[in-house]
């Protein structure tokens, strides 16, 4: 599991994390929402070590995310940063091939290769394996960086924002790829998502924050009720069931 306590991050004087604490189960889906500026992306980036913590705590898998290795915590955990940035003109095989480097330290065996084809595969790249990454469309890269991820073949997947820039179907296809990916193969998901639907729809468990602070957290039937999503968006969301799902209808 994922253990989170008494976190905080501040940027100068502004606290964007506020003393927070949690424990992400392992196994399954478990989505972060909230508005714009909540602090969902920083806090996977602090469980992720991408930036350093002002304060508190975390493990993953029992590694305290502070003082582990880089190269053993990159063999349990991956993360997809909500930016990217080439820095060198790179063929989609080639990106997603960098997924492999904690285990192959950049001399890929014939398993590292097959990881790497499997992910193309999955993220449905295969017609595009030897393109350049500048030459694909929005979405089709946002595919490729998730296929680098995935390549990492690392048990716990963090994932921010990975529905950015994707059209209807191919988000569809993304988290049923990632529901996929917990259930068959046992990996722990954890995604930053702005439509509260998908969190519905594919979550195990959803984390909602505001303002730098975790102010629910608990399975979707929980969570997607009309009076908790008020305290967290501040605006009225109808709650229709559908399909045994319960869907926020937030537009009207």
Known sequence: ??????????????????????????????????????????????????????????????????ATPSKELAKTMAILRQENHLTMRLTVRDLVAFGRFPHS???????????????????????????????LSGGQRQRAYIAMVLAQDTEYLLLDEPLNNLDMKHSVEMMRLLRRLADELGKTVVLVVHDINFASCYSDTILAMKNGRLIHQGAPSDIMRAGMLYDVYDIDIRIEEIDGNRIGVYFA
């Open 1 to 66: 599991m994922i253990t989170v306590r008494n976190v905080t991050k501040r940027y100068g004087g502004t606290t964007v994390l506020d003393d927070v604490s949690c424990e992400i189960p392992r196994g399954g889906i478990t989505s972060i929402i909230g508005p714009n500026g909540a602090g969902k992306s920083t806090l996977l980036s602090l469980v992720s070590r991408l930036q350093p913590m002002d304060a508190g705590r975390i493990s993953v898998a029992g590694l305290d995310v502070a």
């Open 105 to 135: 330290g950049g001399r890929p065996t014939i398993e590292d290769l097959e990881h790497v084809d499997e992910a193309i595969r999955q993220l449905d790249l295969t017609s595009m394996a030897d393109k350049f990454v500048d030459e």
